[in-house]
């Protein structure tokens, strides 16, 4: 029982603080691309191949005037950039990082919990993250802010129903929606990106859109919008956005290689937790390399995108995998 | 031994805690030089007027119709995940149910609910 209790107390604190330096070391990933890609060297100055970098960032964030502006909903305009995080966190919990290992006589599960209905709970929380951004563009009474929150909002329900059709397929061929029931079933099944390629797309590209990430970052578009949601907030506060952001980032690859990769199946060579890390890896390398290459879309193209093509293409894969599924094909 | 909700709702407070505490990590650290129009709204140097809350139609016509498909999908997922033990039978009753959304999806696409102009 005490056991238990300290495996799981240690298990939160490792989760949590291997998320905030994993997003740490995403910006600098994500700028050290951006400037090869750009044919530049990116910052490299702050440490040995500027591996600083974040902790000065982060230092120069927590040392700058926290404003409050005149107009601005005091208490939500506090709790929203808190409420964004908190659902950024939230949704790693069901994520298995890695194959159990044995430790102290037991059997420790890298996730925090494997409850029967994971993935709801996965997707549960990352539709929450829309109100903190909203509420954060509501509170600041801002013209850009609330344009940039309300345009966040429509967008991310809107690629949220192609997402949850387009996971449909992995939950019939999975025959459940624990997560760790999930790599398992691959285990047997061989990995579902092979069966489910169509879905995958979809996912990943709704999974851009739900991180507001390039070619989808309308709700920060700053040639029209200054900076969108977070217009108005300084200090701390807006490097939490940041934050959600990357975590975002991280855990919706971690998703997309849970449910289409395998999660950590690999050859024995390396140990699981490796091979799952280095799929992220890959995931996030897509996401840096898309935001290089792609110019944004404009707004009611980006609509329609979704209503039209991603929401009739996912549901037509669906009946087609439910087909096969239940033996009718 | 914990069962999976406790151990979510254990995660779950210690997520928000922390990111509650960081909230506050620039009142602590940041200077507090109050003065100027730091506190005045930006936008672009015009002049705001209070109070900003209004947008477009358009917003509540995509959450509405988000409302009514994606209760729709919802109810799959159960259905989804015991689907090779409803064999036939359960693909037919669910293909009967998703005819019915494919032709409120196609009514609402064909009034032009989803075209943003």
């Avoid at chain 1, 019939?172 to 489910?196: C, D, N, R, Y």
């Avoid at chain 1, 971690?254 to 990769?261: D, P, R």
Wanted: aromatic share 18%; with cysteine.
């Amino acid at each position: 029982m005490i056991l238990q209790l300290v495996i799981l107390i240690v298990k939160v604190i490792l989760l949590i603080s291997l998320l905030m330096l994993g997003f740490a070391y995403t910006t600098l990933f994500e700028r050290r691309l951006l400037g090869f890609f750009q044919l530049r060297l990116g910052p490299n100055r702050v440490g040995p191949f500027g591996l600083m970098q974040p902790l000065a960032d982060g230092l120069k964030m927590a040392l700058k005037e926290d404003l409050m502006p005149a107009l601005a909903d005091k208490s939500v305009f506090r709790l929203a950039p808190v409420f964004s995080l908190f659902a950024a966190l939230c949704v790693d919990a069901v994520i298995p990082f890695g194959a159990p290992i044995h430790l102290f006589g037991t059997a420790i599960s890298l996730d925090i919990a494997n409850p029967s209905i994971g993935l709801l709970i996965a997707f549960a929380f990352s539709s929450l993250g829309i109100y903190g951004i909203v509420l954060g563009g509501w509170a600041s009474q801002n013209k850009y802010s609330l344009l940039g929150g309300i345009r966040a909002s429509a967008q991310m329900i809107s690629y949220e129903l192609a997402m949850g059709l387009s996971v449909m397929g992995v939950l019939m061929l999975a025959h459940t929606a624990s997560m760790e029931g999930i790599v398992l079933a691959q285990k047997a099944h061989g990995w579902f990106f092979v069966p489910e390629i169509i879905p995958f797309l979809i996912y990943y590209i709704t999974a851009f859109a739900e991180t507001n990430r390039t070619p989808f970052d309308l709700p920060e578009a700053e040639s029209e919008l200054v900076a969108g949601y977070h217009t108005e907030y300084s200090g701390f506060r807006f490097a939490m956005y940041y934050i959600a952001e990357y975590i975002n980032m991280i855990t919706v690859s971690g998703i997309a290689v849970t449910l289409f990769f395998g999660g950590w199946l690999g050859p024995s060579f390396l140990p699981p937790i490796i091979w799952f890390l280095l799929k992220v890896g890959v995931s996030m390398f897509v996401f840096v390399w898309v935001r290089a290459t792609f110019p944004r879309f404009r707004y009611d193209k980006l609509m329609s995108f979704g209503w039209k093509y991603l929401v009739p293409a996912a549901l037509v894969y669906f009946v087609a995998t439910a087909a096969f599924v239940s033996g009718v094909l | 031994m914990f069962t999976n909700y406790t151990a979510l709702l254990i995660y779950f407070i210690v997520a928000f805690l922390s990111a509650f505490g960081m909230s506050f990590i620039s009142n602590l650290l940041g200077p507090q030089a109050p003065g100027g129009l730091k506190k005045a709204t930006y936008e672009s140097g015009i002049a705001p007027e209070a109070p900003v809350g209004y947008f477009s139609v358009r917003f509540y016509r995509v959450a509405m119709f988000f409302m009514i498909f994606d209760v729709a999908v919802m109810a799959l997922y159960p259905w989804a995940i015991s689907l090779t033990d409803l064999r036939q039978a359960g693909f037919e009753k669910a293909v009967f149910f998703l005819v019915i959304v494919a032709f409120a999806f196609a009514y609402v696409w064909n009034r032009g609910g989803f075209q943003w102009d």
